[in-house]
């Protein structure tokens, strides 16, 4: 992918945002954030995201109460974290769930989305001046109120702005005003991205429909001219607020996304307008006060988590998944997005629920927290290798026995511990009592010099072998080498971790049969260095 770009920053450098996201009503309840304190402890968090409600700020109209913020603040800083704010405002997950009484109260004001049958959705309406107004006041104040209150320590990182935004219930506002935009021709500037962007799915949509230059919105689209005609007034109206906040004070933005993509279904059944794959680019042509447009994963399948990943990793958005699954296949599938597709930060929703009631992890979140562990042991790598093709994900699809990487200089086997293969001579942890204990195997190998390797994860080893020059001749001494698996000699491997400056610090030197048929690696031993001789 070539050169990242870094959004998140602290003190002026690169910052991997890692950690988790509280529940949607956390941050009503401070006492309850005790839970999720320690949880995010327990997962190695550097960076937690909460709530900020619309509807707790500003409970009359002009009235404005961030008090709350204090406490957010002060719980972050005490547990040596950095905070993403996610601001509940007109939408949360395609809703009007988060807005003040006064704004829910009065629909003749602040108008609703219209369903197709007639009947108002719970959904405030982009069309709506009044609805744009009153968030773009509100988010105003917050971003003055975190100025005022953080612009020193500088504790907060990033906003999201809005949640899951769209239209849960309808492809579109079925309103007078809003039939009558539909009705009307599409905006010339939009044709004239959509003409220049061959092979997006809007020009694909748009050719279908005989790549008209004038039209309105089901002339120039077709079936899909609802959502798209949503998605790019859902996107103006989102920009006008960011805007509107950067003016305040400046920090990066993000849209968070409710993918669209499982079980083929229709627009309006996601949150429509909102910005999945298929309106992406409308989002990245339209809204220049966003920084990144996120999609949260919480997709089981591998096949449908990389699709996600590959359509929001791009060269004008970097892959960030602000919301993922607390258990389950998540434990390996975050390592695609590190290694895969160079995400540049990564949370898990619902932190708190990790742990039980006497505070320890749950046994089905904590394969994902080790995983969080172990990234969190990566990241001086991941912001100096992403984007260079030396970070590689290990992830055990269901019945793989072994993957192989195509190394500088190398040809990396790894073998996987509950594999058919044997184990590895001089495995210290102790042997489960049968396969099926073992988890399967995930992580990273981040290749730093022509013969340096960074092991993460488990539980898996890596054979490394050398690739023949590809002018050489192929002596049968040399064949006979290559036919034995011999493998090259380690001038070093170490357990260990790296500073936030990147220096190496080791705590274990291993020689002997801790060597032997390749290196190991489990979420017990940590970081491991490996160098080659050469």
Known sequence: MGEIKRVFTVDGRPFFPLGGQTHNSSGYNLAGLETA?????????????????????EPEEGQFDFSVLDDLLQGARDHGLKLILLWFGTWKN???????????ANPARFRRVIGPAGFPLGVLSSECRANFEADRRAFSALMRAVRDKDAQQKTIIAVQVENEPGIL????????????????????????????????????????????????????????????????????????????GKAVYHLPMTINVWIGEQRLRLAGEYPAGGAVAKVLDIYKWFTPHIDIIAPDIYLASSAGYRFECEAYRRPDNPLFVPESG?????????????GTYDAIGYFCFGVESMLDQEGNLRPESAPVAASFRAARLAIPLLLEHQGTGRVHAIVQEENAVEQYLDLDGYIGEVRYLNSDTPYPRGYLSPRPASRDEIERARGLVI???????????????????????????????AAARLLADELPDYALVEEGYLDEDGGWHASHW????????????DFRSGLVRVKITH
């Not at 769930?97 to 006064?102: G, I, S, V």
């Not at 008209?212 to 006008?240: C, K, S, V």
């Not at 607390?326 to 590190?338: P, Q, T």
């Not at 291993?510 to 690696?521: A, L, S, Y």
């Open 169 to 244: 219930g309808s492809d579109r506002d079925y309103s007078s005003e809003a039939t009558a935009t539909f009705h009307a021709p599409v905006p010339a500037e939009l044709v004239s991205q959509v003409a220049l962007h061959p092979g997006t799915p809007i020009h694909q949509a748009w050719q279908a429909a005989g790549a008209r230059e004038t039209g309105n919105w089901p002339e120039l689209f077709g079936p899909h001219g609802g959502e798209f005609m949503t998605a790019w007034q859902i996107a103006q109206y989102i920009d006008g607020v960011a805007a509107a």
């Open 447 to 477: 290749q730093t010099g022509a013969h340096e390797f960074y092991l993460v994860g488990g539980p898996f080893r890596v054979l490394f072998k050398r690739k023949p020059a590809p002018d050489a001749e192929l002596t049968p001494q």
């Open 326 to 338: 607390r258990a389950g296949s998540n434990a390996r599938h975050m390592f695609y997005a590190l």
């Open 94 to 104: 395609g809703q009007i769930e988060y807005a003040p009484n006064w704004v829910k």
């Open 510 to 521: 291993r020689n002997g049969d801790e060597i032997t048929g390749g290196v190991w690696v």
């Open 37 to 57: 304190w320690k949880a995010l402890e327990a997962i190695g968090a550097n960076t937690v995201e909460i709530p900020v409600y619309w509807c707790q700020v």
